[in-house]
């Protein structure tokens, strides 16, 4: 199972370091506008909030979307088939990556912002409290693009699921702006939507024919 | 087990679409509202106004020098979407509290605010206190503040606030606040004690004032202070003295918030949009109450809130949850209370009204927003209300139009979850919602408080025929293709129900759901089967397996 969670890894090495470099450059950026400002109130968490957020759907669909699609490509399916490896088993492993994906990027940018408030921002707790709050929300709507990833993967052409799927999943992106950025408000709508992709792309991984 | 799974993994497609197929829905209803909104603005009245205001005098308005008369008008022209994300951008999404912050100073000093702790049901005065910027903030909480006192820690002694009221400014020392669980005013008074190392609160002289236990039938408060709702802001203009002719001292000038240097300055000497010792409480029926600061005792009704007239949004109550938005100002003139200025915007943000109340709560006059386009708007006070209306707007009949479309899009079971539910939505949360539609025909006629509520019913099964009709269509079809490719009946079922609910979507997902085998010939019955089943749907012949005998004939 680890030799599958590490394969997935390393065939999409490229989407891993992009998701690095971008986490990096989020934590430097803040950490070098906090300490370059005045007031250390010239982060707009905010601002990082709804643009971050673009940005982490296209590259959390893509991750997702790549996982399934490039596999199927490549026949890694096929040959995994062949090995002593359970259907289950490698799409378990498929989503313990994009787990671990979307965590590599979230871990390092969550405490690079609660650094940042604690130590530059406002010291109340219910303030960073609100922060956690907009990180999670920010952390379920990207789990919800992977999923989406994950489904249309299994579409048949490039360039219609591919563009197809990201306009989905850019439109399902407008839940923040519909619903505010609150996890109370988000969570009744996007947790039965996470849920749904991940039992589809389950069941999809299940009945194809490699 | 098969059929539950099918069951689960359909389950999860119609989820899947139906929510993808809303957010797309929503979004263009939302450009019909923006366009809608933009008409009413363009093509009525936007604002509504009383001049003079009827809150002075007659000697004031008419004082020699007067140029003109004081005014109270509000606007409806900053359209707002009713999103989320415009109080987001407003810095209004939860970084900043409607409990204050005293003092701040950014990298170094003392931050004093007020929150309300969930858990202990207390309310606990913090400071967080920094003194350079090399050291680290510290929190501290000073005192929690229950119903029946004030401690420096939490105790079960001080009982527990529930559904706490504030005030949108609330202050340290004597602030009021309403606990609904209770129906009590409650004012927490503070002393303090000078000490060697400064001043400090004297806890054991503190106390937290009590107003009387209000009637649960008569009272239902929902806000306090400062009574406002969205971005409408009314405005009071006073009477106007040309600057020319009677020229103000320096004092004067000083004096004279509204003072215009160019030409025009106020002929009040001095007034204010706010009460010192009495507090403005909002009900949910519409009625502002005013309450003596000190005894914290409801003395007497202030004003009522106006309904809006609307052009979509149904008859309803002014009620506060039944309107877009709401502003409401109290007048004093020279510290002396001369009556309430209130304005509102209808639900569906097409029509705006204000109400003048004098001293004694008696209404004065109500002015609404008036078309510009039709003869009737020309005689007087006429009401900006009902569809006909918006139909006779250039464009409004193709916008009707559009809006119904769209509409009978949504799946028909949404459409009657509108009708049902239209009423226990809030008018500004109803827009962010995406399943149900607060602001559609159904939900109009949902809101209607007179008429026969059975032939109200059948009204609304009328509007979303279409809906209905296209369900109805849908699931035939869905029936008959899960019949002819061989999906059991459950099944068929499942489908059935969901497409008549869910109309399109329903029938999106059937189509993304359903197996794709390509369908062989059955040699018995010649229909079409699906290759994948033990047995012919259509016949129940099982496959017909040539038997694994040794062929008669050999290649050698």
Known sequence: MLRLIIREINDRILHFAIVIGLASAIVVMMLFSTIGSTSGQEVRLEGFTLVGLVICVVIFYGFGFAQIQSDRNKKVFAFLSTLAVTRGMMFLSKVIAGLVTIAVFFIPVSIAIQFVIRRYMSPMSIQSLAVTDMLWSVFFISLTAYGLGLVVGWGNGKIIPTLGGLFLTLLFYSIVVIKGIHLGDLLPVVAPVIISCFVIAYRKFMAASF | ?556
């Open chain 2, 1 to 556: 087990m098969k059929s539950i799974k099918t069951k689960i993994y359909a389950l999860a497609t119609i989820i899947v679409v139906t929510t993808f197929f809303c957010v797309g829905l929503y979004w263009t209803k939302t450009i019909l509202r923006a366009v809608q909104g933009e008409m009413a603005c363009e093509n009525s009245y936007d604002w509504a106004s009383v001049k003079p205001s009827r809150l002075l005098s007659k000697a004031i308005e008419t004082a020699p020098g007067v140029v003109s008369k004081s005014d109270i008008s509000v606007s409806n022209r900053n359209y707002n979407s009713g999103l989320a994300i415009d109080k987001y951008l407003n810095n209004d999404f939860g970084l900043t509290y409607p409990w204050l912050i005293h003092s701040t100073n950014k990298r170094k000093g003392k931050i004093e605010y007020l929150s309300f702790n969930k858990k202990t049901g207390l309310i606990e005065y913090r400071t967080v206190l920094r003194k350079s910027a090399k050291d680290k903030w510290t929190e501290k909480r000073v005192y929690c503040v229950g119903p029946d006192g004030i401690a420096a820690e939490p105790d079960k002694k001080l009982g527990r606030f529930i559904n706490l009221i504030t005030t949108s400014e609330m202050w340290i020392n004597g602030d009021v606040f309403y606990n609904k669980a209770l129906r009590q005013f409650f004012r927490i008074e503070t002393k303090v004690i000078e000490t060697e190392n400064g001043w400090q609160f004297d806890l054991a002289n503190s106390k937290v004032i009590k107003g009387p236990q209000l009637d649960i039938e008569k009272y239902d408060i929902v806000q306090i202070g400062r009574i406002k709702k969205g971005r409408l802001d009314l405005r009071f203009t006073p009477p106007m003295k040309e600057f020319k002719k009677d020229a103000p001292s320096n004092a004067q000038k000083r004096k004279n918030s509204s003072y215009n240097t160019n030409k025009h300055y106020s002929a009040l000497d001095s007034y204010r949009t706010h009460l010192t010792d009495k507090i403005l409480a909002l009900s949910s029926d519409g009625t502002i109450y005013m309450v003596d600061d000190s005894t914290l005792e409801i003395v007497s009704i202030a004003g009522n809130l106006p309904m809006a007239s609307t052009m979509l949004g149904g008859a309803e109550k002014p009620a506060p949850k039944n309107l877009f938005a709401y502003d409401v100002k109290p007048l004093v003139v020279d510290g002396e209370y001369k009556g309430l200025m209130v304005a509102s915007v209808s639900r569906d943000n097409t029509g705006v009204a204000v109400s003048v109340y004098d001293h004694n709560g008696k209404r004065l006059t109500t002015n609404y927003s008036r078309p510009k386009y039709t003869s009737r708007s020309r005689r007087g006070n006429y009401r900006n209300e009902g569809i006909e209306n918006f139909c006779e707007m250039p464009g409004g009949l193709l916008v009707i139009t559009l809006k119904y479309i769209v509409e009978n899009l949504y799946p028909a079971g949404a459409n009657v979850l509108s009708y049902f539910f239209s009423d226990s939505f809030e008018a500004t949360k109803g827009y962010s919602n995406i399943f149900i539609i607060p602001d559609s025909f159904p939900a109009m006629f949902g809101r209607e408080s007179t008429g026969n509520k059975y032939g109200q019913f059948l009204g609304v099964l009328g509007i979303i025929s279409p809906s209905i009709l296209i369900g109805l269509f849908l699931s035939w079809r869905v029936v008959k293709d899960a019949r002819a490719i061989g999906i059991d009946k459950s099944d068929r079922r499942f489908w059935l129900i969901a497409t008549i609910i869910l109309g399109l979507p329903g029938y999106i997902s059937y189509r993304i759901a359903r197996p794709k085998q390509t369908l062989v010939t059955c040699e018995n019955c010649g229909q079409l089967r699906r290759p994948d089943e033990e047995i012919c749907h259509h016949c129940k012949l099982v496959w017909s397996i040539p038997a694994m005998e040794k062929p008669v004939w050999r290649v050698n």
